[in-house]
């Protein structure tokens, strides 16, 4: 090796060493699990190519950035890898997120390792435990919604089971499991016919809507329908009741029934829902369901869906299922999912996005870039992420200034070093025979 390679190579080793650490970038997948907690959007499990994952990372949201390069942050794994779990947060704590059910495979094989349906992860001593729950826990399932309001519940509505959870045939369950943070107990209480992969939304009145997914015929699991989507379920958080509701479609275009779609709360009580399938479990073809964007109003007497005019400042604007979304301010942020219509013949995989996107609400345009001066509508306050966030900048500039000071310092010692050793090179006692070998 000549002295100008060895030279070259020790300056990039040191120079790698301070400022060579990768950017995490996750890689595209389908049913994960997601929630915003201050300016941070989490992210847990999903399945990707080679299956069930147990990664988890965060969005950072404190600054703005463009959609092409998001700036995503690894936290430590889930213990199990998980898909088609929910997650809910405690909103006294903000600190707390409760990881419900899914699938839980070993993170060295894809088999069954169930040790509990909930597990609890600090964001802030970013550690994972089981916690302690009195009551009769609920039976595994899968594609099910958990919705957590301010008095210190998470409420599970229904969800289904399959061979991944351990169970003999597909299932639907008709329950409402709730689980109370304040003393950590499990409670369940019959609900309406089953149901699953539908989107639930919480009220400013704490009423939960829930819409669309798949339900069993006449409680029949053999025979799986769509739910229609203009029949909204409710749930009462305050009275603990169950209502339906008719909802008035009007739009000019034909409003399809669907499942595995996201949806969030717009102010005034709107429901924005987006993406979703048409298609069943037993379907070959996988189809997106049709028009991507919808608008639930639930503050007229009756209930009206709408389907807004959608614009693009991206290009073609994406058509996913099985996919995250969560708003924070005027920007609903999509992510990862099923993306496009499938043919589903040979086991073909089914392409999984590894993207996220980013809507204006005001506008129903898809944008290029996330614009915190454009973002303050609606945003949740974290002063103590904030705080987190600004003594951890605060901490990376300190320590990049200082090894920047000693990859120069040591480059510059090394340099001096090497030339001197040029002028030694004949001297039999360096650089000897047993090195260069």
Not at 201 to 225: A, Q, R
Not at 240 to 259: F, G, P
Not at 276 to 284: A, H, I, L, Q
Request: aromatic share 12%; hydrophobic share 40%; charged share 15%.
């Amino acid at each position: 090796m000549s002295y100008n390679t060895f030279y070259l190579c020790l300056i990039f080793g040191l120079g790698y060493i301070f400022f060579g650490v990768e950017s995490y970038v996750p890689v595209g997948r389908i049913s994960h699990s997601s929630i915003l907690i201050g300016n941070k959007i989490y992210y847990f499990g999903g399945l990707t190519d080679v299956g069930a994952s147990d990664d988890a990372f965060y969005l950072d949201l404190s600054q703005s950035f463009d959609v092409v390069n998001p700036p995503w942050t690894q936290i430590p794994n889930i213990p199990f890898r998980s898909s088609w779990a929910s997650v809910a947060s405690d909103n006294s704590n903000n600190a707390d997120i409760y990881l419900f059910g899914g699938i839980m495979f070993d993170v060295t094989a894809q088999k069954d390792s169930f040790k509990s349906f909930v597990y609890k992860f600090n964001i802030n001593s970013l550690s994972w435990n089981i916690p302690t729950v009195s009551g009769t826990a609920p039976s595994r399932r899968i594609e099910m919604k958990a919705i957590s309001d301010n008095s210190g519940k998470i409420y599970i509505f229904g969800g289904a089971a399959n061979s991944l959870v351990g169970a003999q045939t597909r299932t639907f369950f008709s329950d409402m499991i709730t689980f109370d943070i304040t003393d950590s107990s499990w409670s369940i209480n019959t609900a309406v016919n089953g149901r699953a992969t539908y989107s639930a939304t919480l009220l400013s009145n704490g009423i939960i809507v829930y819409v669309g997914g798949l339900e069993p015929f006449n409680g029949n699991n053999d025979v799986v329908l769509i739910a229609d989507i203009s029949k909204i379920l409710l749930f009462d958080t305050n009275s603990l009741t169950w209502s339906t509701k008719s909802a008035i479609i009007k739009a000019s275009v034909l409003v399809e029934s669907r499942h595995a779609h996201s949806a969030v709360l717009a102010p005034n009580d709107q429901i924005i829902i987006y993406g979703g399938t048409r298609s069943t479990v037993n379907d070959v073809d996988f189809n997106q369901a049709s028009p991507d964007v919808l608008v639930l109003d639930t503050k007229k007497d009756l209930f009206e869906i709408t389907a807004p005019n959608v614009s693009t400042n991206i290009g073609k604007f994406p058509t996913l299922t099985a996919h995250t979304a969560n708003l924070y301010g005027n920007y609903m942020i999509v992510a990862f999912g099923i993306k496009g219509n499938i043919t589903r013949q040979n086991g073909i995989t089914l392409y999984r996005n590894e993207k996220i996107y980013v809507m204006d609400i005001r506008n129903f345009t898809w944008v290029n870039s996330l614009d915190l001066s454009q973002a303050d509508n609606n945003k949740v306050s974290d002063s103590q992420s904030s705080n987190n966030d600004k003594t951890t900048i605060i901490l990376a500039s300190v320590l990049g200034i200082l090894g920047g000071l000693l990859v120069l310092i040591g480059g510059f010692f090394v340099y001096r070093w090497i030339n001197k050793r040029k002028r030694e090179k004949d001297d039999p006692g360096f650089f000897g025979s047993n090195i260069d070998r």
